[in-house]
């Protein structure tokens, strides 16, 4: 069975930084690409950031570039998601999800949530 | 806003059929598959549909997707209560390089 499961989220102060972890678990975890996908209180999906199975490639959304970090360990089977520099505006839950041929998420964790507040 | 256009909700009754739109561009409808997500209140989205049409396995064939041009569809018939959730569609950007998402319709079973 696949299992994404996403940890460390809490409250942090504006201009703070946060590490968000993802474990996997069901698939070999370096044949998949992976992303980071958010979703404000009450709001839409946003897409923020990709990495390939090789850590290669890696894409960021306009809205976290030069702020966030995706990374992944396939020897420990986990997705990493460094925030620095947040923002009241990146207050969401973030999910860890499995990435198809780049075009469509077939496996979301549940997900874990980001409150920037001072 | 959203890159992908989606009306914010949509209605109709049990057992009844409604349809939900999907409106992009060249960049990213144009050129790449869709996919449709389910998000039931409080939980994570799942994927309903994949590559404009097909459906993951224990998806049932009541959900349906399509795409023309620029724009796609999903389809739900014999609608049920156990529907009422927020739909998304997605795809990627080739321009933009990531997914972007539709703003999520929500769906009433009245």
């Known amino acids: 069975e696949v299992q994404l499961v996403e940890s460390g989220g809490g409250v942090v102060q504006p201009g703070g930084s946060l590490r968000l972890s993802c474990v996997v678990s069901?698939?070999?975890?370096?044949?998949?690409?992976m992303n980071w996908v958010r979703q404000a209180p009450g709001k839409g999906l946003e897409w923020i950031s990709y990495i390939s199975g090789g850590s290669t490639t890696r894409y960021y959304a306009d809205s976290i570039k030069g702020r966030f970090s995706i990374s992944r360990d396939n020897v420990k089977n986990s997705l990493i998601l460094q925030m620095n520099n947040l923002r009241d505006e990146d207050t969401a839950v973030y999910f860890c999800?499995?990435?198809?041929?780049?075009?469509?998420?077939?496996?979301w964790g549940q997900g874990t949530l980001v409150t920037v507040s001072s | 806003h959203s890159v992908l256009t989606q009306p914010p909700s949509v209605s109709s009754a049990p057992g009844q059929k409604v349809t939900i739109s999907c409106s992009g561009s060249?960049?990213?409808?144009?050129?790449?598959?869709i996919s449709w997500y389910q998000q039931l209140p409080g939980t994570a989205p799942k994927l309903l549909i994949y590559?404009?049409?097909k459906r993951p396995s224990g998806i049932p064939d009541r959900f349906s997707g399509s795409k023309s041009g620029t724009s796609g569809t999903l389809d739900i018939t014999g609608l049920q209560t156990g529907d009422e959730a927020d739909y998304y569609c997605g795809t990627w950007d080739s321009s933009l390089r990531g997914l972007v998402f539709g703003g999520g319709t929500k769906l009433t079973v009245l």
């Open positions: 060249s960049s990213n409808i144009g050129k790449n598959f």
């Open positions: 069901g698939f070999i975890f370096s044949d998949y690409s």
């Open positions: 999800a499995r990435d198809r041929v780049g075009t469509y998420i077939d496996y």
């Open positions: 590559d404009n049409n």
